[in-house]
């Protein structure tokens, strides 16, 4: 006998809900599955992989690994170990870069931490700067690479626990923030750091040294960087 529609629509609204129950079960193993094993509309996931290296600082290469004995620079220049024995004025290379190893693009910030204390210095003539008062004195200076793509948020250095803290974003050269393209590498921020010329006595081996750091999140959702970065803070905190 042959079944009526009305039968037919019923079953198939039966075994479509059989169908969901399966599909739940299986719960992110599906999305795993379907992600890598479908014929047809296939996609990847994205996700923000960015690594800052310093190849003159410590001898670390773009993809993360370290110069081998074959194409490394003497462990006598890298700054790392030349700053073991600092004195006033000395300039010591560091080089931090940024290589976007992601799929997608990704707005990026860069930030530069610089301590500060109350001491005495002298011009490069040896001549004493203020009269040899203490003043608010940032230990080392760099000269931003004007083939980075990067630039100041703020000329306005914030304040932390001893440092002035520099951020700097991503404009490819330009007047606004843009996401760094996938695959992009960045040219170091600077390529060298000097220490002021503290006059003698003042900062002994604890002082601490400049440090970099970054943060980045995807481009991709977002209006623009404001927005991105907005929804960055709010998953942080």
């Known amino acids: 006998m042959k079944e009526s529609k009305p039968s037919m ?16 079960s299986l719960g992110s193993t599906l999305a795993y599955m379907t992600d890598q094993e479908a014929a ?5 996931v994205g996700k923000v992989d960015f690594n800052l290296y310093e190849t003159s600082w410590d001898g670390e290469l773009p993809d ?4 081998t004995a074959s194409n490394a620079t003497s462990s006598n220049a890298l700054g790392v170990n030349q700053a073991m024995d600092m004195y006033a004025g000395k300039e010591v290379p560091k080089d ?7 799929k997608n693009d990704a707005y990026l910030r860069m930030t530069v931490k610089v301590p500060v204390a109350m001491v005495a210095t002298a011009d490069e003539n040896g001549h004493l700067n203020y009269n040899g008062r203490e003043t608010e ?4 200076t760099y000269e931003l690479n004007p083939d980075c793509g990067m630039a100041l948020l703020s000329p306005v250095p914030g304040d932390e626990n001893g440092f002035h803290v520099y951020e700097y974003i991503y404009t490819g050269g330009g007047s606004y ?6 695959g992009r590498d960045i040219p170091p921020l600077f390529h060298s750091v000097t220490f002021a010329n503290v006059v003698g006595g003042q900062i002994d081996e604890g002082t601490e040294f ?7 999140i995807q481009s991709g959702g977002f209006e623009g960087p404001d927005e991105a970065w907005a929804a960055y803070h709010n998953q942080s905190q």
């Open 64 to 67: 993360g690994t370290y110069a």
């Open 177 to 182: 923030e843009v996401p760094v393209p996938a």
């Open 9 to 24: 629509k019923n079953r198939a609204k039966i075994l479509a809900v059989i169908c969901l129950f399966a599909l739940l």
């Open 96 to 102: 931090p870069a940024i290589k976007n190893n992601s």
């Open 137 to 140: 004195t940032e230990l080392f």
């Open 210 to 216: 400049l440090y970099v750091d970054f943060k980045a």
């Open 40 to 44: 047809k509309n296939k996609f990847t």
